[in-house]
T-cell receptor
């Protein structure tokens, strides 16, 4: 298996633009997580899904952020409109069982100017 | 914040020495996990210890868990330059009624000098 695949790896955009980050989890993994990593705040859990259903989105910073999982092999994290403080590395991770080992993608580095 | 704390924030040692990192957390847990992150890369799982376990080994890694103190330690023996990375603990606990979500600590940056 190719592992968790994230795209784009790097994104530079201007404030106010819409940003869409994509994730393909490992086949057969029922749980998918979105994390954000910054120097100031470390690794923050934004949202996680179980069987394509959002279970906990309490970490989503505000209404500008939304996440979807239309099927078992694809998830998106959207920021609209983007702001400079959204600059971070966004990681997607999946696991076959709740509370188990997470398999991380290589991350999407977002810079909002 | 639900986030755990790791200690020290940074650690520099010589090749061949042992490295010990500590993690404290705030809630009851099902398990605790340790991850490694090389610069610019995603996190990689190292080891998982369940709440009813006190010690676990994997190769040069030794993890202990003290649930009464809500703390864990990761020992890397006979360190190598290739062990240079950030190390994070993560807890699967009871956060706001939801389980199965891993909350990560602040991390320890380990530098192993050749």
């Amino acid at each position: 298996d190719a592992g968790v695949i994230q795209s784009p790896r790097h994104e530079v955009t201007e404030m106010g633009q819409e940003v869409t980050l994509r994730c393909k989890p490992i086949s057969g993994h029922d749980y998918l997580f979105w994390y954000r990593q910054t120097m100031m705040r470390g690794l923050e859990l934004l949202i996680y899904f179980n069987n394509n259903v959002p279970i906990d989105d309490s970490g989503m910073p505000e209404d500008r952020f939304s996440a979807k999982m239309p099927n078992a092999s694809f998830s998106t994290l959207k920021i609209q409109p983007s702001e400079p403080r959204d600059s971070a590395v966004y990681f997607c991770a999946s696991t076959p069982r709740g509370g188990g080992e997470l398999f991380f993608g290589e991350g999407s580095r977002l810079t909002v100017l | 914040s639900q986030q755990g704390e790791e200690d020290p924030q940074a650690l520099s040692i010589q090749e061949g020495e042992n490295a010990t990192m500590n993690c404290s957390y705030k809630t009851s847990i099902n398990n605790l996990q340790w991850y490694r992150q090389n610069s610019g890369r995603g996190l990689v799982h190292l080891i998982l210890i369940r709440s009813n376990e006190r010690e676990k080994h994997s190769g040069r890694l030794r993890v202990t868990l003290d649930t009464s103190k809500k703390s864990s330690s990761l020992l890397i023996t006979a360190s190598r330059a290739a062990d240079t990375a950030s190390y994070f603990c993560a807890t699967d606990g009871f956060y706001g009624g939801a389980t199965n979500k891993l909350i990560f600590g602040t991390g320890t940056l380990l530098a192993v000098q050749p």
